[in-house]
């Protein structure tokens, strides 16, 4: 199972940027899919949680802001993120709890993709 994720930037405050990270290989079903953030010296942080139903969780530094969607049938997760701001910068991680074919359920994680904001 692979993750991979794509769609960062650099982008100025107050502009939008729209993530995915799609999930191949053998998979018999994926539950949660969320997007965590990792900036310069600070601790990965989650930034939104959907579960296989559609519903979501955010960081409060992202609600309002932040949208989280996914296609269950492509096995992608989507971040939209409106309304940038200069602390949004960071090293953005998909992550996916998954049941692969004839393995063990586990998570795992994209390769990560920058999203800079500039104000």
């Known amino acids: 199972v692979q993750l991979q994720a794509s769609g960062g930037g650099l982008v100025q405050a107050g502009g939008s940027l729209t993530l995915s990270c799609a999930a191949s290989?053998?998979?018999?079903?994926?539950?949660?899919m969320g997007w965590y953030r990792q900036a310069p010296g600070k601790q990965r942080e989650l930034a939104a949680v959907?579960?296989?139903?559609?519903?979501?969780n955010y960081a409060d530094s992202v609600k309002g802001r932040f949208t989280s969607s996914r296609d269950n049938g492509e096995n992608t997760v989507y971040l939209r993120m409106n309304s940038l701001k200069p602390e949004d910068t960071a090293v953005y991680y998909c992550?996916?709890?998954?049941?692969?074919?004839?393995?063990?359920?586990?998570?795992?994680w994209g390769q990560g993709t920058q999203v800079t904001v500039s104000s």
């Open positions: 290989g053998r998979i018999l079903r994926i539950n949660d």
């Open positions: 992550n996916a709890d998954v049941v692969p074919l004839f393995l063990e359920r586990r998570a795992y």
């Open positions: 959907i579960t296989s139903g559609g519903s979501t």
